[in-house]
């Protein structure tokens, strides 16, 4: 007994609580059932949901839970301080600081390492970084944790964002700040969508809090789907082409043909379409049962015409954070033509910054940043207006978004010469037969993510609705036997989801 009570509250490194994994489901069937016993007391429903998501995130992140309640805290007084504040002056100044202290914390922990190389070089230095956290507690509670080594929190760029919304909204008078710290801290740290997103701005969410539990049985169908969608994309798509097809030749592309290195770059493009996707159907789903509805992060972004289109259908809640936040407090497109292309790449550029501190994540940015800039010069000129002309936009777009993945995926740049390297000079046509051969079932699933992925949007209504439809005891017969297929392809090896390490 004393074990099973350990095993609930402490934190395990190398078992954290994954939506692929049956211990999240147990946790949210409990989670379930406490908001079905508080429906009506919605005080005392927000308060449940905030502690589970306390919870939840400790047994994902460990002692970093503190800095949830640390932004939670700050923002929310702060968000406070600046409704209630009647000077101009001291309304810049709060929200300069809300600004400054998230995006700090952000940087200690996203960009030290960077920092501290980049000034040792330059001036022949010998700085080590320190995990102050980490060395507070030791000295405070007498733990024991590596003080060496900074690790980023799961989801600390995800509700950094969140929260700097949060105040710039109120700043902006868009919205009213929360009525008391437990809601604030509920909307923070909402656990479906706290490490992975999509990112939730106050002004669609906060609304919720005060809202009576309600749930249709069309929109439990749809939970269900969202839910199944997600866990098929991720398990038997995502996680079973990475691991035995994508991660080999991504880890040694000199090894294999060129032929093998650009269908592992096709690959990654719907591995982690499928990865980060299918989080996002999860958290949607799983938030709609408890009664919340969370916006769409996703819009089949590889049937994109350009690459403007693409940013409007991929990763739908941080293209419209950057845009809101970032491209129009540069100067959106406000001044002269030349300013508006500086500024769509100084966005991509810190987007792709905001991903790691590497020059493969700021290559990433500009390749969409130049694509962006060439193609609001051609919107000027060509539009698409035939079917022959969209479906050569759908491929030159599908192969810019897929170079800018090589920058994203390899682990340096030596890795992306090679790859290049072979792709362009050592395509080696005769071996294509024994490659497909070999990897049968992982190219099979590479098709098969595609195809479902370019199906007309008639044909995936037509699926979807009719799983919607199904009688419960169908639906739970399905999920018995998805359970079966998905618990005998997955790997016995932890594999978090991609934007974990975001």
């Known amino acids: 007994m004393s074990e099973v009570i350990k095993h609930i509250f402490a934190y395990e490194p190398q078992n954290p609580m994954l939506f692929s994994r049956i211990q999240f489901w147990v946790f949210f069937s409990v989670v379930l059932l406490g908001v079905c016993l508080l429906q009506k007391k919605i005080t005392w429903r927000n308060a449940w949901l905030a502690l589970v998501s306390v919870y939840f995130y400790y047994k994902s992140s460990g002692f970093f839970f503190f800095l949830l309640i640390f932004s939670t805290l700050t923002d929310y007084y702060i968000g406070k301080a600046i409704y209630y504040s009647q000077t101009p002056w001291r309304r810049d100044r709060l929200v300069f600081l809300s600004v400054f202290i998230n995006l700090a914390v952000l940087a200690y922990f996203k960009y030290t390492y960077f920092f501290c190389d980049t000034l040792n070089q330059l001036f022949n230095l010998n700085l080590e970084p320190v995990h102050w956290l ?187 954070w950057l845009k809101d936040y970032l491209y129009i407090s540069l100067g959106g497109n406000r001044k002269v033509k030349i300013r508006t292309y500086v500024n769509l790449m100084l966005t991509m550029l810190l987007g792709g910054l905001w991903h790691g501190a590497h020059v493969r994540f700021i290559v990433w940015g500009g390749i969409h940043g130049l694509a962006l800039i060439i193609d609001k010069i051609r919107m000027r000129i060509l539009k698409f207006s035939t079917k022959w002309a969209k479906v050569a936009g759908i491929i030159v777009t599908f192969h810019i978004v897929c170079l800018s993945w090589v920058f994203f995926r390899a682990p340096d740049m030596q890795h992306v010469r090679q790859m290049l390297l072979q792709i362009a000079t050592r395509f080696d046509m005769q071996s294509i037969p024994s490659i497909i051969s070999g990897y049968f079932v992982p190219l099979g699933l590479i098709v098969l993510g595609f195809v479902i992925h370019w199906l007309p949007i008639k044909v995936k209504r037509i699926y979807r609705k009719a799983f919607i439809l199904t009688p419960m005891w169908a639906k739970v017969l399905f999920f018995i036997i998805l359970s079966l297929m998905l618990y005998q392809v997955q790997s016995s090896e932890i594999h978090p989801f991609i934007y974990f390490q975001f």
């Open 134 to 320: 980490a060395y507070l507690s030791n000295q405070w509670f007498n733990t024991a944790f590596d003080e060496s080594s900074i690790f980023l929190p799961v989801g600390i760029s995800f509700f950094t964002f969140q929260t700097i919304s949060y105040t710039v909204d109120v700043y902006r008078y868009r919205i009213k700040p929360v009525e008391n710290i437990v809601d604030f801290g509920f909307y923070v740290s909402f656990f479906p969508q706290l490490v992975a997103g999509p990112i939730v701005r106050a002004s669609e969410f906060v609304p919720q809090l005060y809202q009576k539990y309600r749930l249709r049985f069309y929109e439990m169908g749809y939970a269900l789907f969202l839910i199944a969608n997600g866990l098929i994309k991720k398990v038997l798509i995502s996680d079973y082409i990475s691991i035995n097809f994508v991660d080999r030749i991504f880890e040694s592309p000199l090894d294999y043909s060129g032929f093998t290195n650009l269908v592992a770059v096709y690959g990654y493009a719907i591995q982690i379409y499928c990865d980060f996707s299918g989080y996002t159907d999860i958290a949607i789903g799983v938030g709609l049962l408890l009664g919340f509805r969370l916006p769409t992060n996703f819009n089949s972004p590889y049937k994109a015409t350009s690459i403007t289109e693409f940013w409007r259908r991929w990763h739908i809640s941080l293209s419209r």
